[in-house]
């Protein structure tokens, strides 16, 4: 979405669009139901406006909606109460997830008030998705944090809705699968940032030791430690200054300049058991590394050996 469109909808405090669902968008097994947004200033009444009687709730009343939905907060704080999971506090950044059939009701704090976006939506696509672990009428309110990522999502929906172009209805589909997808990953995300950085990095280094230096190889590193490959990797620069592939890379070169100088095995047979692709990709990295070819670096350093021994020699004689 483009800035002015989303400086407009920021300007209008609230909008909301509400759908007919046609055969084909229930073909789909994604639809939209209806989507918009509110900005609750501090001290106002809420919700700011009124919705259909379907969908319009208080707080004393509450309310019970017949497919899933999307409250996104994404500035202020808040209550959330669902009859499983009990009243648990809303802050800038928690997605609620409201469940068919279960009764619930939330609302911003007066003194801070809140901006939120939603979505409800449903399908046969969509129940199937919404059966993961992850989300549990227990624990409705997800925490995701504020991400560009999930709101453009939500602000592509609304320009949907209001513009409805051809096949607007799988878009709107389409979109709110991706939601799901990016609030798993978020989640992920975050469950893995809650181990101890210096334990993920010393079992990272344990794996990359064994592993060569190609992507699928780090990515598999990333998956053993339970998180994306993105996560990984910026967590592993910031704790040690390199990348995951720089530090791969530095290991199978330190081994293989070790292997030169106290083993007799020729290049391609040091090449393959440090991980290298090929003994002329070793060849062509070690020098740009090391500054010398493998074979140079083995001379060099023999040469210094002996010349160290023969010094050795000379003056214990």
Not at 187 to 197: F, H, Q, T, V
Not at 247 to 253: D, V
Not at 262 to 280: N, P, R
Not at 290 to 317: C, E, M, N, Y
Request: glycine share 6%; aromatic share 12%.
């Amino acid at each position: 979405m483009s800035t002015p469109e989303k400086t407009r909808i920021n300007e209008a405090r609230g909008w909301f669009r509400y759908m007919p669902i046609s055969p084909e968008a229930k073909a789909w097994g994604a639809y939209t139901r209806t989507g918009g947004f509110a900005v609750a200033l501090a001290g106002a009444p809420y919700p700011p406006r009124q919705h259909p009687k379907d969908h319009h709730f208080r707080w004393e009343t509450g309310r019970v909606l017949h497919s899933y939905c999307f409250v996104y907060i994404t500035r202020g704080e808040g209550m959330f109460e669902a009859r499983p999971g009990g009243r648990q506090p809303v802050r800038s950044g928690d997605l609620l997830l409201l469940f068919p059939e279960i009764w619930h009701r939330y609302r911003p704090l007066a003194e801070t008030g809140w901006e939120e976006y939603w979505l409800e939506f449903d399908g046969d696509y969509i129940r199937r998705l919404m059966i993961r672990k992850e989300f549990d009428p227990d624990h409705p309110v997800l925490h995701v944090g504020v991400r560009e990522n999930i709101l453009t999502l939500f602000l592509q929906s609304l320009q949907v809705l209001r513009e409805e172009p051809p096949e607007y209805q799988r878009l709107l589909g389409t979109l709110a699968t991706q939601i799901i997808a990016r609030a798993l990953s978020a989640l992920k995300e975050r469950r893995d940032l809650r181990r101890p950085a210096h334990e993920v990095i010393r079992e990272a280094k344990q794996l990359l030791v064994v592993r060569p230096t190609r992507k699928e190889n780090l990515e598999e590193v990333a998956c053993r430690l339970n998180m994306s490959y993105s996560s990984f990797r910026r967590l592993f620069r910031e704790e040690t200054g390199f990348s995951p592939g720089q530090f791969a890379l530095e290991t199978q070169l330190q081994r293989a300049a070790e292997m030169l100088v106290h083993t007799d095995l020729h290049c391609g047979e040091i090449a393959e058991q440090c991980g290298f692709e090929s003994v002329y990709y070793f060849s062509r990295v070690f020098r740009n590394k090391r500054g010398h070819t493998p074979t140079a670096f083995r001379q060099d350093a023999l040469r210094k050996l002996r010349q160290h021994s023969t010094a050795g020699q000379v003056k214990k004689d």
